[in-house]
């Protein structure tokens, strides 16, 4: 049925579809639902406690049978300098006039914890089928911690050099980030923002430099793009915005609005939001400081100063500080509910597929719920 099986074999899933794990915007419901159609469904942990984690999964375990990727953040735990933070609010400074709010007030703390001994030992007693890191891997000890579990180890590269390292350091699997996908760049061997590269230039260039099972991502909405990530040497497809269009996506009103009125120059990288690159819709805070700004500190802090001002503004029905992550692909949505639009997106690769002639999707499309 598909040209390339290695992650179903893995996995013992239908089709070559994988969840992206999203903080923030999902929970288990999502995953449960993509899982039901065939794909892997994921869980984004970066954000929850350990036993916000075992419910979400005991939550998964109970609706169905399959395999779950629990997602996490491995970046450096840097301290936020006052220096740093002081330059920052006074960057802002306009913006807490206009809204009436208090400059000097105290702010909330970042919310994104790295992978930790603590989390390992989470893994150990779920017992995972895959669990997926961005920016690298964490360290050696953790990972082998975490294979020894039983789990798969994904994590995701946006440069070839990125692929190469995350093999030679453990890694089962390649998530090949294109520099479309929405969300936070997975980036960590360096800062280039401006050297990142396109899915289609990425994926045929990690799977010839690597021995191991490629995902693509990056801008995939639609059958089209799974087929043509399949075609360029991916073993499958991960989707994440166009998931976020699915009534079982967490997002406000508000994200779901922006989403609805995307075009395909309406989003840009931007570190504003959490002081790492990410893509999001474009807001007036973007616009007007501009997307990368070197006052931004450093992750994922930079939120914190931006909170006060992003919960007047969604109060007064506005998203001009808020972070609306988002794809470029994103004009290729649909609301449909996330089961029923993974069983279509199969159906619509395999289509394609077909008429490509690749081998093995020789068979009939799917039935749609």
């Excluded at 920016?135 to 082998?144: H, I, K, N, Q, S």
């Excluded at 006052?295 to 998203?319: C, D, N, T, W, Y």
Aim: aromatic share 6%; glycine share 8%; with cysteine.
């Amino acid at each position: 049925m598909w040209p390339n099986h290695s992650l179903l074999d893995l996995l013992h899933i239908e089709h070559p579809i994988v969840q992206s794990p999203m903080a923030g915007a999902q929970d288990s419901e999502l995953a449960i639902a993509v899982a039901r159609a065939g794909g892997l469904g994921s869980l984004a942990c970066a954000m929850l406690s350990p036993d916000q984690i075992r419910e979400q999964v005991a939550l998964f375990r109970q609706a169905v049978s399959a395999p779950i990727n629990l997602n996490f953040f491995c970046h450096e735990d840097l301290r936020l300098e006052q220096e740093a933070l002081q330059e920052w609010r006074l960057r802002l400074m306009p913006y807490y006039q206009e809204y009436g709010l208090d400059p000097n007030q105290e702010l909330p703390k970042a919310a994104r914890a790295p992978f930790s001994p603590v989390h390992a030992e989470l893994v150990e007693a779920i017992r995972p089928e895959v669990v997926s890191f961005h920016f690298g891997l964490p360290t050696a000890d953790l990972v082998e911690r975490v294979k020894k579990s039983g789990a798969l180890v994904m994590s995701s590269a946006t440069t070839t050099a990125e692929a190469v390292w995350l093999q030679e350091h453990g890694a089962d699997i390649i998530i090949a980030q294109g520099v479309e996908a929405g969300g936070h760049r997975g980036m960590f061997l360096d800062n280039k923002v401006h050297t990142q590269v396109g899915t289609l230039s990425l994926v045929p260039q990690i799977a010839d430099a690597v021995s191991i099972p490629v995902i693509a991502a990056g801008g995939i909405a639609d059958g089209r793009g799974i087929a043509a990530a399949l075609a360029l040497g991916a073993c499958a497809a991960q989707i994440g915005t166009a998931y976020l269009f699915c009534p079982e996506s967490k997002i406000s009103p508000l994200h779901r609005e922006a989403l609805g009125q995307s075009r395909s120059d309406g989003t840009a990288l931007t570190n504003l939001f959490s002081g790492r690159p990410a893509r999001s819709i474009r807001t007036r805070l973007m616009d007007e400081i501009g997307p990368l700004s070197d006052s931004a500190p450093v992750f994922p802090h930079a939120g914190s100063a931006l909170s006060p001002l992003r919960i007047e503004a969604e109060k007064q029905g506005r998203s001009e500080f808020t972070s609306l992550w988002s794809g470029q692909s994103a004009a290729l949505g649909r609301a449909l509910p996330a089961e029923q639009l993974t069983l279509v997106l199969a159906q619509e690769a395999q289509g394609v597929c077909k008429r490509l002639g690749l081998a093995g999707a020789t068979h009939a499309p799917l039935d749609q719920p």
